[in-house]
């Protein structure tokens, strides 16, 4: 059984950073490619970003782009989500997802979520 765990979630002032982790276990981490996305009260689940097995290939959503960073870690099983000069809006909970079908796209096969960690951004 693949399993996501997503930690690092809280709240912080708009300007803040805060770094989301997403441990990955039950198979092969380096077999998938990873992504983040984030849902907020009333709206549809929103990409975010996505990296590729080995890591070198990164898709990051405009609204984020120049903010967000992604990378991966394989050696301890984890993805992460660096969030810098966080926005309101950026307010949501966020979700990891793997998909090990698809490595080098944009759009994945995400067959296994996470719980989610909540992100609050104050004003």
């Known amino acids: 059984q693949v399993q996501l765990v997503e930690s690092g979630g809280g709240l912080v002032q708009a300007g803040g950073s805060l770094r989301l982790s997403c441990g990955v276990s039950g198979r092969t981490f380096s077999s998938a490619a990873m992504g983040w996305f984030r849902q907020a009260p009333g709206k549809e689940r929103e990409f975010v970003a996505r990296?590729?097995?080995?890591?070198?290939?990164?898709y990051v959503a405009d609204s984020v782009k120049g903010r967000f960073t992604i990378s991966r870690d394989n050696a301890k099983n984890t993805v992460y989500l660096q969030m810098n000069s966080l926005k309101p809006e950026d307010t949501a909970v966020y979700y990891c997802?793997?998909?090990?079908?698809?490595?080098?796209?944009?759009?994945?096969?995400?067959?296994?979520w996470g719980q989610g960690t909540q992100v609050t951004v104050s004003s």
């Open positions: 997802a793997a998909d090990f079908t698809n490595n080098i796209v944009r759009a994945g096969n995400y067959a296994y």
């Open positions: 990296i590729s097995r080995g890591g070198a290939t990164t």
